[in-house]
């Protein structure tokens, strides 16, 4: 039988790669969605995310400590959404339409570049989770 599987998209904001990182609660859950990406999930995080995290650990730790952090990233199934003139503008448009933060408007505009569909992104940090229409 061909089944075929609906691809699911997340949006890991600064406080659920930390929790990775410092394996605090919420690891579990972030981790169970790695281990089913790239085949079954799509895994995005922000520049901003990642800066946030980086002078987070520089400051707790050095800046050694931050680049390992950036080292260890690079090896998980994760995809970092950069800076080009249409993610600004959509990132815009996402803030100020949608109750989201700067960071995750950031984060969630380069899988929402297709136009015409309508997303569900799931925002993981490490508390909770909130599922945002898009």
């Known amino acids: 039988m061909n089944e075929t599987r609906r691809i699911r998209t997340y949006l890991l904001d600064t406080s659920a790669l930390l929790a990775i990182w410092n394996d605090e609660a919420g690891a579990d859950e972030v981790e169970r969605i790695l281990r089913v990406a790239p085949s079954r999930a799509k895994v995005f995080f922000s520049f901003m995310t990642l800066m946030e995290a ?3 650990l520089w400051r707790s730790g050095g800046k050694g400590l931050a680049e390992e952090f950036e080292r260890m990233l690079k ?3 994760l995809t970092r959404v950069d800076l080009t003139d249409s ?3 959509r990132a815009t448009e996402i803030k100020a339409t949608k109750r989201v933060s700067v960071a995750d408007s950031w984060g969630s505009s380069q899988p929402l570049s297709r136009p015409g569909r309508r997303w569900c ?3 993981l940090n490490s508390n909770k989770s909130k599922t945002t229409y898009l």
Request: charged share 35%; aromatic share 8%.
């Open 87 to 89: 993610i600004l503008d």
């Open 121 to 123: 992104i799931k925002i």
């Open 54 to 56: 980086k002078y987070r």
């Open 75 to 77: 090896n998980l199934p």
